[in-house]
């Protein structure tokens, strides 16, 4: 037994801040359990005053682990300031997930919750970094100025793009105003990419004329040309009205907010009929002002160069209203209309300047393309030395090939044209690896409610451990016996390349597979030939020569087909018709002759008894060495050779429209012939089948 106030005293020396009870006023005498018991108790319901350094350690804040999902094990090993090996310990405790397949440091974390367990578990706080956040970081991209002070700016000459159907006559029209003759220079009588000149009007007047293509294949090359212009004149054929690329041309004009002329040409033609096309103009929204609308309208015929004066009146005016003004000064833009790869001079593209002046020697940049001018060149093919705003010129000097419709900017320096080239390729890389994620986690998804609902109809039939399937092998598609055509395609200018690939997405036919393996701008040189040896393919060129330097070695590649064309339309046709000669032979059925049976009758060979169709042939000829089908209310009952063909109880070989004859379809007794059943003879032929692809030309 032990006193009471010895107990006391030797806990107020082990624990001098804490407050006990006066146990003088429990029983003298306690046992040392009890008396253990309640010391317990006290210590835990004594109110003790915190130290210095436990306030401090209380006041500490959880550190915070910015995270983003798709994180390496090594990423967040190295966030949270540990080693891999202690992800690999903390996947031990997460149960909610399966953890196996990260076993690398290099694997993958696809699940952001499984991060987030991770730094729970590391005693840290977690934050989803925002997917904007690497965007915040100071941008090395080339952008256009802010927009100029009026005092600035100058006038100059109104961009006007002449658009409307094929064969309504744009380029004659532009002939006529340009004094030219380019459409002699175009195959097939049609515009295949952007023309862009600079005319002198007879008042004085300067204006850049852009003449687009009509064709229904270029509606990506008129839907630039309406949105870099300033007045569009739209063509419209008197004796032909509005047609199908008219209204599209109407509909890139008002969507770019663009004034419309309307020049209803070929006034010449006898068939002419303007009111017509007017009312037909009304219908899809073009009122014309002699139709109590505000839209000009001029009768012309560039053929005759009829009223041509007055259509240029009519832009002139429209151009005053508009009070058209650049600004000539500062660092030049401009925007792509086409781009091609000369044989001798390299690679060309064709700009229209927007602002600031062009002068050689400056550094460009469009896209991810970069260039040091080395010459410019006029509508005319003549070299300048500068091009202020509204000019037309041709850029020589480029790395790569811009595509059309590209901003061109221009920069200081080569260094700051490298540092926006690198910038830019890296934001397209990151653009394309965000999607190439984002695709990756909905596929995920997707089999992870699939394998939900899979898990829950298991159970619900009784099942309640369920167990994976075994993995097989991944099957590939056979898919050698469908027929292909790999081509490699080469185009003079990259609108007319991105016209055709435009078509080609159009094809939806699973008779033959359609491969593209490269296709560029230029002429067509030994690494195209050999790729399409690699591929047995073909080399197809638009408007292209073969390389200078091809000649030598051509004849290694005789078994190459090398297709050249200059009309667009002749291409698409030999790229289906190579399609449809590698497909494979199919029967096809002709019908010789048609006989309705009109009684059955039963003859006799030796010891047997035979059925035969008393019938008379309708159609065509019946031939014992055909097939021959019998029909009867939409059912085929026999098909196959006849047995015999009579004709008053002689065999015939042939029975002609209108003989009445006797058929026996099966030597067998099982046949029964009724009245007015069908017979038909025919014989199958081996066709070759023919690509189901309409270009809508």
């Not at 000829?621 to 009952?637: E, H, S, W």
Request: glycine share 6%; with cysteine.
């Amino acid at each position: 037994m032990i006193n009471r106030k010895a107990t006391f005293s030797l806990l107020k020396k082990l624990f001098p801040c804490s407050n006990f009870v006066d146990f003088r006023r429990l029983n003298p005498v306690i046992s040392l359990p009890a008396r253990a018991l309640c010391t317990s108790m006290f210590l835990c319901t004594s109110k003790a005053p915190k130290s210095k350094e436990s306030t401090l350690k209380s006041k500490q804040k959880v550190p915070v682990i910015l995270i983003s999902s798709h994180m390496t094990v090594k990423e967040l090993a190295a966030a949270l300031g540990k080693e891999p090996n202690h992800i690999f310990e903390c996947f031990n405790f997460i149960k909610k997930y399966d953890c196996r397949q990260y076993s690398k440091a290099s694997s993958v974390i696809d699940r952001i919750e499984v991060i987030q367990e991770i730094v729970k578990l590391t005693g840290m706080k977690a934050q989803i970094k925002p997917k904007y956040e690497e965007k915040l970081v100071l941008s090395k991209d080339a952008v256009k100025r802010p927009p100029p002070e009026p005092s600035m700016l100058v006038r100059r000459a109104p961009i006007v793009t002449i658009m409307g159907h094929v064969d309504h006559g744009k380029t004659t029209l532009l002939d006529a105003l340009r004094h030219s003759h380019i459409v002699d220079q175009e195959f097939g009588g049609i515009t295949q990419h952007i023309g862009a000149f600079s005319v002198k009007l007879d008042t004085g007047e300067q204006i850049t004329f852009l003449d687009t293509p009509g064709h229904a294949i270029f509606s990506a090359m008129r839907s630039r040309g309406a949105h870099v212009t300033d007045i569009v004149v739209l063509v419209v054929a008197a004796d032909d009205g509005v047609m199908k690329q008219t209204v599209e041309s109407i509909r890139y004009a008002k969507e770019a907010n663009v004034p419309i002329i309307v020049a209803i040409n070929k006034m010449d033609k006898p068939d002419a009929n303007p009111e017509r096309a007017k009312r037909e103009l009304l219908q899809h929204g073009i009122q014309l002002e002699d139709m109590g609308g505000d839209v000009q309208s001029v009768h012309i015929s560039a053929l005759k160069g009829t009223n041509l004066k007055e259509l240029q009146e009519a832009i002139v005016a429209q151009a005053e209203m508009m009070e058209l003004n650049g600004d000539p000064t500062g660092l030049a833009e401009a925007v792509v209309l086409e781009s091609r790869t000369d044989p001798t001079r390299g690679k060309l593209s064709t700009a229209l300047i927007q602002r600031g002046t062009l002068r050689r020697g400056s550094f460009l940049i469009a896209g991810a393309a970069w260039a040091k001018v080395r010459a410019m060149f006029n509508d005319r093919g003549q070299p300048i030395n500068e091009a202020p705003p509204a000019t037309p010129v041709e850029i020589l000097g480029w790395k790569e090939l811009p595509s059309a419709g590209d901003q061109i900017l221009q920069v200081e320096n080569e260094h700051r044209v490298h540092e926006v080239v690198h910038w830019r390729t890296k934001q397209m890389k990151d653009e394309q690896a965000d999607r190439q994620r984002d695709e990756v986690r909905v596929n995920m998804e997707e089999h992870q409610t699939a394998h939900r609902v899979a898990v829950a109809e298991l159970r619900a039939r009784g099942y309640r451990f369920w167990r994976p399937p075994i993995k097989k092998e991944k099957e590939s598609v056979d898919t050698s016996h469908v027929p292909r055509l790999s081509f490699v395609l080469k185009g003079d200018v990259d609108g007319s390349v991105e016209a055709i690939l435009d078509i080609f997405e159009t094809y939806q036919s699973d008779q033959c597979r359609l491969d593209v393996i490269h296709y560029g701008v230029g002429p067509i040189t030994e690494s195209d030939l050999e790729m399409a040896s690699l591929f047995q393919g073909v080399v197809y060129g638009f408007n292209v020569p073969f390389a200078s330097n091809l000649n030598k070695t051509k004849t290694a590649f005789k078994h190459v087909p090398v297709r050249q064309f200059n009309i667009i339309y002749k291409l698409l046709e030999d790229i289906r018709d190579e399609m449809s000669a590698r497909l494979p032979m199919i029967d096809v059925e002709e019908t010789m002759g048609e006989a309705t049976v009109l009684q059955q009758f039963d003859i006799s060979e030796g010891k047997r008894k035979i059925r035969v169709a008393g019938c008379r042939c309708s159609s065509g000829q019946l031939d014992r060495k055909n097939r021959f089908r019998l029909i009867r209310a939409g059912r085929v009952l026999f098909d196959g050779p006849a047995h015999s063909l009579k004709h008053h109880k002689n065999d015939v070989p042939t029975v002609k429209k209108g003989v009445e004859c006797g058929v026996s379809l099966d030597s067998a007794e099982t046949l029964e012939y009724k009245a007015d059943d069908q017979i038909i003879c025919y014989h199958v032929k081996q066709q070759k089948p023919k690509i189901k692809w309409e270009f809508n030309f």
